[in-house]
């Protein structure tokens, strides 16, 4: 048979009503039960007969306890509290002892000195004795159900006389709340609270007694003058908020002034997982953008700011390893979140190593396309998507507009980069940006992209090996397996135990299918794209910048990587790719990322627009020297002594150009001033027969010149 304990709750068959076992002498021959329906003093019986009526189902053990009141201390209100210390310390001295207090003849005695020493009346020190027996006997069961007071949740009639607690100031004893008022309530709230407006409830109630309970009456001079009703026949604003709770949740008082959207994105209940039914690494990615909290400076010029990257990053929703990551200058787009997926598909190694990171395999194994993306609808409906549908098959997956807590595990990834790795980085935005006193803190930006994406990959690389998160919740089996929540462990853990999803296809063609085409121009000075130009071996082959000279430029189809614009790669229609290179004069270029190279040229074309009237300027001052010189000329050649004939003036030439030069040689000729020191010495092989003879007249000259000073 079942051993019995104390405060095990059993039910009778027969009747239906619940019993507590209170108490159970120590040679276990009696046992105490209360009826906790009926509340009737507790009565003695046999302990074995009891144990009988329970094998023969006169009563069955009860493994709920509907009577034990359960509030946390935490929980507990002050009020609730004070209520329930109270009472415990009345009620002690009598409760606890036992078994006295269930014999008729001591409990009397207990109870009557209890009411004596508490002063409350012998009556409701009983109703305190049964309230502790039928809640199981623990100080808890003093804690006041406030819930179960008052008329549980019936309207009662209106009736003639006011109802409530009688008003404290004024004489008017108020208004009840009849069928009449209520539809006055219902329609300001509808017309001036549940609106856009956002208005709060006291306007709705001040302009519900302006339309409903004022009267406007005429004045002789023509105005009109706002009487009020007189106040038995106003409602309260408490009578009014009263009945906007009763009437209204706070689900449908938000989705009335915020809207649906605003609702499902802010305010609803999160009762899932968006990891629920995941089956293994790489079964679903999800993949988002976000603008980093921090300025950045140019590569070209670091004086330059060039404003805030947009963070691509791609997560694992089982493992929640970062897959896949970009750092961009464009805004969202389907050109960036592209980049990020090709990222997540390919080698990290070599990714790592193109920022000077050296990493093995096993830190960052995250290779190979997903079952399914989840993205945002703006990048992901984007046609260029359909690409890695058809090529990959890859299921796309788009959230609900508005509602980006859908993907709340790389949301929650966001703020972890803003706010523990961003905020301690020179040029992070500053919240008190603006404020007087403050300072501009874009003013302190000295990364340029190339070292915020050194520093990402390293936050990523911690997060993926070494993060513990908390909050992850573990399956039976990894529980079971001992595998901590570390995303690096869970991904390993899955790609053993679990059905893997993720594909592998070649690096070249993930490549090419998710990189951004577009068409660049073979002119006679190389491939020109983006105002850069580039050669390749196939062009040259086939001698294409010569023929552009010759017959003009034509369009050849590429794709190419915007994080780095060293190469593009033209796309043959036969599916042939040809690799080119950036010309050894575009060197400025190398290593730069596309939108740092469309700032440069911005840059370029904003300096040479700030040049136009200045350069204009100096044009027409040029102009107006030459105009000058001219006519000072004009005037010269009318000053002439002796005109002459077309004949003669064409006739001597070369003479007169020898004559011209020879004076241009006496005026034009070196002279370093009376010399009284020797600072050139003659060669002493002046006389070696090596020299020419017209160096030697020079040299002798040049000996005559510097005696002659001495």
């Keep these: 048979m079942k051993d019995l304990t104390i405060n095990l709750l059993l039910k009778s068959t027969e009747s239906k009503q619940l019993f507590r076992i209170l108490w159970i002498s120590v040679e276990h021959k009696e046992v105490c039960i209360f009826n906790c329906e009926t509340q009737e003093m507790p009565k003695f019986i046999p302990y074995e007969e009891l144990q009988k009526q329970i094998a023969e189902g006169i009563y069955s053990i009860q493994k709920s306890d509907p009577f034990i009141y359960v509030e946390s201390e935490a929980e507990l209100s002050e009020n609730k509290r004070k209520s329930r210390n109270a009472i415990w310390n009345i009620m002690q001295s009598a409760i ?100 856009r407006n956002e208005n709060t409830l006291q306007y709705a109630y001040d302009m519900m007694i302006k339309e409903h309970f004022t009267r406007f009456a005429p004045q002789t001079d023509g105005s009109v003058k706002a009487e009020l009703l007189s106040s038995d026949k106003i409602p309260t604003m408490g009578q009014f908020r009263y009945w906007y709770n009763k009437k209204h949740n706070v689900a449908e008082k938000i989705r009335k002034r915020k809207g649906d959207t605003k609702f499902e994105l802010d305010h609803r209940a999160v009762t899932g997982k968006s990891d629920y039914g995941i089956m293994g690494p790489g079964a679903k990615y999800q993949i988002d953008a976000t603008i980093g909290d921090i300025y950045l400076v140019s590569r070209f010029n670091r004086a330059d700011i060039i404003g805030r990257p947009v963070l691509y990053f791609v997560i694992d929703i089982f493992s929640r390893m970062v897959a896949g990551m970009y750092v961009g200058l464009e805004g969202p787009s389907w050109a960036g979140s592209m980049m990020a997926i090709a990222n997540a598909c390919t080698d990290k190694v070599k990714y790592c190593a193109e920022y000077g990171i050296t990493i093995s395999a096993e830190e960052w194994p995250c290779v190979g396309v997903p079952g399914a993306i989840l993205g945002d609808r703006g990048e992901m409906e984007s046609k260029s998507v359909e690409m890695i549908i058809n090529a990959f098959n890859v299921r796309v997956e788009n959230a609900v507009a508005y509602r980006g807590d859908m993907k709340g595990i790389i949301e929650q990834y966001f703020n972890k980069i803003n706010n523990d790795a961003l905020k301690h980085l020179p040029g992070h935005v500053k919240r008190d940006a603006g404020k007087q006193g403050s300072e501009d803190y874009r003013l302190k930006s000295i990364l340029d992209i190339y070292q915020l994406t050194q520093i990402l990959i390293r936050c990523v690389l911690y997060h993926n090996n070494q993060h513990f998160h908390k909050m992850f919740e573990r399956t039976a089996d990894m529980i079971a397996d001992d595998v901590p929540p570390i995303p690096l462990q869970v991904w390993n853990w899955g790609i053993t135990h679990c059905s893997g999803s993720l594909r592998t296809f070649p690096e070249n063609t993930i490549k090419l299918c998710l990189m951004p085409s577009d068409t660049a121009s073979v002119t006679a000075k190389g491939i020109r794209f983006k105002g850069i130009y580039y050669l390749c071996e196939r062009a040259a082959s086939e001698h294409w910048f010569e023929t552009a000279r010759a017959k003009g430029a034509w369009k050849v189809n590429i794709s190419y990587d915007p994080r780095n614009m060293n190469t593009i790669y033209i796309r043959g229609a036969n599916g042939t790719v040809d690799v080119c290179w950036l010309s050894e004069w575009q060197e400025k270029y190398h290593g730069k990322c596309l939108y740092e190279i469309e700032k440069l040229h911005d840059a370029e074309k904003n300096m040479q627009r700030g040049n136009v009237p200045k350069e204009m300027t100096l044009k027409a001052e040029l102009s107006i020297a030459i105009d000058a010189i001219i006519t000072e000329a004009e005037e010269m050649a009318r000053q002439t002594a002796i005109p002459k004939s077309k004949a003669e003036r064409t006739k001597n030439i070369r003479a007169n150009r020898a004559l011209e030069k020879e004076q241009n040689r006496k005026e034009e000729t070196f002279s370093l001033g009376n010399m009284n020191n020797k600072i050139l010495a003659p060669p002493e092989t002046r006389e070696d027969e090596n020299i020419s003879p017209t160096m030697k007249m020079i040299l002798k000259d040049l000996e005559e010149r510097l005696n002659g000073g001495s």
């Design 96 to 195: 606890t002892k036992e078994p006295e207090i269930y014999l008729k003849s001591e409990r009397g005695k207990l109870l009557s000195h209890t009411a004596q020493e508490s002063g409350k009346p012998l009556k409701m020190i009983h109703r305190y004795l049964k309230i502790y027996w039928q809640r199981g006997k623990t100080k808890n069961a003093f804690i006041p159900a406030f819930h179960n007071r008052g008329a549980g949740g019936r309207e009662r009639g209106s009736g003639n006389q006011k109802r409530g607690r009688p008003r404290k100031y004024g004489e008017s004893p108020g208004v009840n709340v009849d069928d009449k008022i209520k539809s006055i309530f219902e329609s300001a709230i509808r017309k001036h609270y549940h609106t």
